[in-house]
């Protein structure tokens, strides 16, 4: 269960409902079928991500290359989106919750507890990772579904819902981007891959199709409750929608899906990160070794809070470089399909839509020489990376009780 709340976890991270949110609001109900295709290049993906097969060919090489580019993506991803999801939090708790405590205090308690759960042992910990996700999963989804206004559910609204949109939607204007914070919202699908194990495929479908599930129901209800140019130009969309749906009540609710999703978010990342190091340097069953990254990952965010690199342009830098490169991975493991003739037309516009996705990434960045120096990292250390990958070939079926362990860890 763990390879399926990982991904799922990440998908419910505060930017996640940003990318939904403004997505929502730039291309109206157009949004959903950018959503499904974005599913779809998710679970191509995702199936090419299993072990490669020996014999040193062209297609192995790029799948393994690939894999070593997300690998090393996510670590820069865990120090600067952690970084800016945890600061997002601390002022959405103080502005929602405690006025008095600290915004930067908060960011701090809430990294501790991340710390803290990821320390446990796999057993508490996927269970604490599971409660929390299920937490902010329903949270979202009420909100979403209260804002729909479903039949015979009517008394459970305010009595002056404004209706600012006609039957059709109109969209705040720019598809072309809604098409991109799809992909945003769909990223980290990869978190169930275990390429090391060959496992994984599935239960990204399973994540998948339970985002894109809750999704298209919060943008319905994101497009019945705002106006969509009021969507696609806040910073802050899902508290937007939840507050005109729902009243406080609604924010608070929505308030709370996001101290739980970031959590969740930062807690699988980190998870999932920990388990491919410990992989890279043949420690894959070293317990003591993944929760000495789990501190040490820790720890550059710790710095970076205190540094108040939230929300300045060289942590935007560092989130771009990262996302940048982590699509980058994403459509060459599509070339390395395509290279085995799997489904050309579906590999093809992958490899096409993840290009598309790393160029509006790096679309105007603020500081391009930081980016720059940060991509050029993550491309050296993925060299590194898939010299362990590419020597990777097609294990033998695990016994059950092997199976079973090697998925609470």
Known sequence: ?????????????PGALVAVGNGSGMSGLLFSLFLLL????????????GTPESGG?????????????????RILALIALGTLWLAEAGYSFNELFASWYPNLAFSFTLLALVAGASLLAPVPRGIVLYVVTLIALTSVAYVAVMATRPHGLEGLFPTMFPQKTPPFFPTGGDPLKGCYLAFIALLGFDLASRPEVGKGAQRALMAVLLALCLFVVYLWGSLRAADPFDLAGSTVPHILMSGIALGDNGRQIMGAAVLFGTFASILALLIATARQLAFLVRKPDDKLFRRQMHILLCIPIAGLLAFGWAGEPRLEALINASLICWFAGYALINSSLLLRGYLPPLTVLGMLLY??????TFDKPDDVT?????????????MIFSFAYAKLSAPAAPPQKDAAKQEQD
């Open 38 to 49: 974005a599913a779809l290049c998710a679970l191509v993906t995702a199936n090419g991500m």
């Open 1 to 13: 269960m763990l390879d399926l709340f990982l991904p799922l976890a990440f998908m419910l991270s």
């Open 355 to 360: 290009g598309f996705a790393a160029w509006m």
């Open 57 to 73: 060919s062209t297609s192995n090489a790029l799948r393994a290359y690939g894999l070593g580019v997300i690998n090393a993506a």
């Open 370 to 382: 930081l980016l720059a120096y940060s991509a050029g990292i993550i491309t050296a250390t993925a």
